[in-house]
């Protein structure tokens, strides 16, 4: 996309954004309901979200957070990847892991609460589960589901938390670390691994 209608479509949608949010739809007042919006596909937009969860513009980093939480109000995932959408346009962009960053986490009654690098508050359970995988390094990437197929990368020392959480159970793999929330367990490694 040339760079004339790349800079108009950041600045449709911004405007957008804004607008919805001057309407109390924003974080901690509601998120715009992105998943009924269908517009056209207007094409891509050179954004692109790192793995550190910072927000990058055209290779600049989009340094006003309260742009990047405007933003991630109209995030949504598709077969065919991420886009930013309002009710008359769809733009297409970049996500390096996940959209998000888990940054904080609480234990709050049977719940574990987190709390995301745009703001977003989460509890773990039924609807929004814990899930890790272990990368190419062996090293662990925790990730808990933020809303409508978005996930959080739950940052090293929230994962470090939810380590000292953990309780030990009997699964069918063997002797599992775990922890609840709301009424589920998630196992927080593989089997055995708590034992070597």
């Known amino acids: 996309m040339a760079d004339a209608a790349g800079r108009s479509g950041l600045e449709g949608i911004a405007a957008a954004a804004q607008s919805l949010a001057a309407k109390g739809q924003a974080p901690g007042r509601g998120l715009p309901p992105v998943h009924l919006w269908n517009p056209a596909h207007c094409g891509e937009i050179d954004i692109v979200i790192r793995k550190d969860g ?3 513009h055209e290779g600049t980093p989009i340094g006003r957070e309260a742009l990047v939480r405007l933003f991630s109000t109209v995030l949504r995932r598709d077969p065919d990847g991420f886009h930013l959408v309002t009710p008359v346009e769809k733009m297409k962009i970049s996500v390096e892991d996940a959209p998000f960053i888990a940054t904080r986490v609480d234990r709050v009654g049977a719940a574990l609460r987190f709390l ?10 039924p609807e929004n589960y814990i899930r890790v995988e272990v990368g190419q390094d062996g090293a662990p990437r ?6 409508r197929g978005l996930e959080a990368l739950i940052a090293r020392p929230v994962f470090y938390e939810l380590v000292e959480m953990a309780a030990e159970r009997q699964t069918p793999d063997g002797p599992t670390l775990g922890v609840a929330s ?13 034992q070597i």
């Open 54 to 56: 910072l927000w990058f």
């Open 116 to 125: 995301t690098n745009v703001g977003d508050e989460v509890e773990a359970g």
């Open 142 to 147: 925790p990730y808990v589901h933020v809303r």
């Open 182 to 194: 709301n009424g589920a367990w998630y196992p927080v490694g593989p089997a055995h691994v708590h």
